[in-house]
């Protein structure tokens, strides 16, 4: 079977080649010239551990090439999945769904044989329901021209182990014909024992937000408790560990630190409150504003506790920040939290030198005020504070004397409450957390 994916960012670049390791041949469209250039010459325009070699494997394999013509989407295949992206509107907290709305609206007018078009992105309830409209009244097959909205729950640094074995396939679907479609395009993964949840399109939409949003309010969980746990003298690690052995709870997403950030789980929450305020229901959905605010709370916080370890005066001190990324394994520094604490510092005139193993780069064009550095040492060098703000393991492997002899003054504020405090202590340095003993 042939397929096409429409939109080759994060989500289609990885769709793409995951579908091309699973035997299809792709086509992936993608208008922005530079980055179809990296993708046909197999190389990934951002960080994701594995995606480059099964990309590069089967580019040169020729099961998948790019284009840029949506033309030539149409004449390729039958089966076209729409992976665009679906940002915060500038205006609104809202999102953005104009490049959804583009990729059918270019596509329809093509479609001469029967298709089905497989919406990905992530997008407010009720998209997929007027985009099948738009599909059915613009496509020259009229109905046999079919709508599935298919959610994507891959995470940054896991893509490519996300997309070949998720966690369970929803699909929201208008017919058995093309429930069918996708039941024998995703047999590969279906026979593994993958769970598969055949909705409709509005459960499907809301499934994928509804992740997030809960995603989002166990982590602002976990952050309001560990206020309390600093305000009190307990300690968060512990008590995460603890509530986390009730399975209805579970540990994962309990880690207390310097909140979320990313693409995905600030804007999509966002979008949620918006669209329930647009269905009328938007107080149903308030405690996701203070899911927002509680993350927003954490970054000046830790802003606030390395002032106060400062003496109360940053101006002048030297900041060491480990770390730029959203999270470990990515480049990604979209709404990153150590990127915005590592920013306020640097406003209220402290010296920032910021070290990430991989989004230097992408941190640097975001943000090109701040100093960078070339590893965690040279960072750290004349540093009156030193903070741990993305959790690279290499950071927690580092040779703390090694750092010791390089600072002005041994000082560490642990955003991710996972180093090893007591080990730092003994070398002699004020190490402390958040909501840490
Ligand atoms: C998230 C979801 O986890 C995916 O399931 C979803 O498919 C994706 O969004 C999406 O909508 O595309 P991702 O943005 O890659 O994936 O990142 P996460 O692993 O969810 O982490 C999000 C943020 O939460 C990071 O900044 C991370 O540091 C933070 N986090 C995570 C915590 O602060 N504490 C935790 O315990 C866990």
Request: proline share 4%; with cysteine.
């Given at each position: 079977m042939k397929i096409t994916v429409i939109g080759c960012g994060y989500l289609g670049a990885t769709h793409a080649a995951c579908m091309a390791e699973l035997g299809y041949e792709v086509l992936g469209v993608e208008v922005?010239?530079?980055?179809?250039?990296?993708?046909?010459?197999?190389?990934?325009?951002?960080?994701?551990?594995?995606?480059?070699?099964?990309?590069?494997?089967?580019?040169?394999?020729?099961?998948?090439?790019?284009?840029?013509?949506?033309?030539?989407?149409?004449?390729?295949?039958?089966?076209?999945?729409v992976c665009v992206g679906t940002p915060q509107l500038p205006s609104s907290m809202g999102a953005d769904v104009s490049y959804v709305e583009a990729a059918v609206t270019g596509l329809a007018p093509h479609l001469t044989r029967p298709a089905v078009v497989i919406g990905k992105s992530t997008v407010p309830v009720g998209t997929a329901g007027r985009m099948a409209g738009i599909l059915a009244d613009l496509a020259p097959v009229g109905s046999a021209a079919e709508l599935v909205w298919n959610p994507e729950f891959l995470r940054e640094g896991f893509a490519?182990?996300?997309?070949?074995?998720?966690?369970?396939?929803?699909?929201?679907?208008?017919?058995?014909?093309?429930?069918?479609?996708?039941?024998?395009?995703?047999?590969?993964?279906?026979?593994?024992?993958?769970?598969?949840?055949?909705?409709?399109y509005a459960t499907a939409e809301l499934v994928k937000v509804s992740a997030n949003a809960f995603l989002a309010t166990k982590?602002?969980?976990?952050?309001?408790?560990?206020?309390?746990?600093?305000?009190?003298?307990a300690d968060v690690v512990d008590l995460a560990d603890a509530i986390g052995h009730d399975a209805r709870i579970g540990r994962r997403f309990l880690?207390?630190?310097?909140?979320?950030?990313?693409?995905?789980?600030?804007?999509?929450?966002?979008?949620?409150?918006?669209?329930?305020?647009?269905?009328?229901?938007?107080?149903?959905?308030?405690?996701?504003?203070?899911?927002?605010?509680?993350n927003q709370r954490q970054r000046s916080r830790v802003a606030q506790i390395a002032t106060a370890m400062l003496d109360g005066d940053v101006t002048r001190a030297r900041?060491?920040?480990?770390?730029?990324?959203?999270?470990?394994?990515?480049?990604?520094?979209?709404?990153?939290?150590?990127?915005?604490?590592?920013?306020?510092?640097?406003?209220?005139?402290?010296?920032v030198t910021v070290y990430d193993p991989q989004a230097n780069e992408t941190a640097r064009a975001m943000f090109p005020t701040?100093?960078?550095?070339?590893?965690?040492?040279?960072?750290?060098?004349?540093?009156?504070?030193?903070?741990?703000?993305?959790?690279w393991p290499e950071f927690r492997r580092v040779d703390v004397a090694a750092v010791s002899a390089v600072v002005r003054r041994p000082q560490l504020l642990d955003g991710r409450n996972l180093l090893d405090l007591e080990a730092w202590r003994s070398a002699g340095w004020t190490a402390r957390g958040l909501g840490r003993r």
């Open positions: 922005n010239q530079r980055k179809r250039d990296l993708l046909t010459a197999g190389k990934v325009p951002f960080y994701e551990p594995g995606l480059e070699d099964l990309l590069a494997k089967h580019v040169a394999s020729g099961r998948l090439r790019f284009t840029d013509s949506i033309q030539d989407a149409a004449d390729f295949a039958d089966v076209h999945f490519v182990k996300d997309t070949l074995e998720p966690d369970r396939v929803v699909l929201g679907v208008a017919s058995a014909r093309s429930e069918q479609v996708l039941r024998d395009f995703y047999a590969p993964i279906l026979e593994t024992g993958t769970p598969l949840i055949v909705t409709d982590i602002s969980f976990i952050n309001a408790v560990s206020e309390v746990c600093e305000a009190s003298g880690n207390a630190g310097i909140g979320f950030g990313g693409g995905c789980l600030p804007k999509d929450i966002r979008a949620f409150v918006h669209r329930a305020g647009e269905l009328g229901v938007e107080d149903a959905m308030t405690f996701l504003r203070q899911v927002d605010d509680i900041i060491a920040v480990w770390g730029a990324a959203f999270k470990p394994d990515s480049d990604d520094v979209r709404d990153s939290p150590a990127l915005s604490i590592a920013g306020k510092l640097h406003l209220r005139g402290a010296h701040l100093d960078y550095a070339g590893s965690a040492i040279e960072a750290a060098q004349d540093a009156d504070l030193l903070l741990h703000l993305t959790e």
